[in-house]
């Protein structure tokens, strides 16, 4: 116990994120062809489901918000993802009234530890892109079929979420 209280803080720092790539990595970003300056931004930021409703987002929102995507396979743990995420903000430097986030259909080789231990850079990382009048709206993890082949279960998507919904 006394060894954990003395040596447990600085084995953490010793830890550094290591990305643990899936067999395929993508990143997918999207900008409005034409953004109109009157309108607020409105960023989605997440994975392949991100992907799959942005076109309806568009349409529901076109002459309200101009709609931006950044979707990508890489996880939370991924020391990638702040980075990516980062880059994106810096090349569209826009401001984005809107933040609609959401990590966790891949990256299953990260465990829940180390998803945790990620999360605050991730949340961190998010909220550079609001101001103070922004919102920001996290999407739980979607389930999965129970037979899922990559590591997901629905046990474990339980579990991110609730640490997700923990910070």
């Keep these: 116990f006394a060894a954990t209280l003395l ?21 997918w970003e999207v900008r409005p062809p034409h953004p109109d300056p009157k309108l607020p931004n409105v960023l989605l930021l997440g994975d392949s489901l991100s992907r799959n409703y942005f076109p309806e987002v568009t349409k529901d929102l076109a002459g309200v918000a101009n709609v931006y995507l950044m979707a990508s396979s890489i996880s939370v743990g991924d020391p990638r993802l702040p980075r990516g995420i980062r880059e994106f903000a810096a ?67 339980d579990a991110r979420n609730v640490i997700a919904n923990s910070f």
């Design 7 to 27: 040596f447990g803080p600085a084995m953490l720092e010793a830890q550094k994120p290591v990305s643990i790539p899936e067999e395929i990595e993508w990143t």
């Design 91 to 157: 090349m569209e430097n826009v401001p984005f009234r809107v933040v609609h986030f959401n990590n966790g259909m891949h990256g299953w080789g990260y465990n829940e530890t180390q998803f945790k231990a990620a999360f605050p850079e991730f949340l961190r990382v998010v909220r550079s892109l609001a101001d103070s009048n922004s919102n920001l709206i996290w999407a739980t993890i979607t389930p999965v079929r129970p037979k899922a082949f990559n590591g997901a279960t629905n046990e474990r998507i």
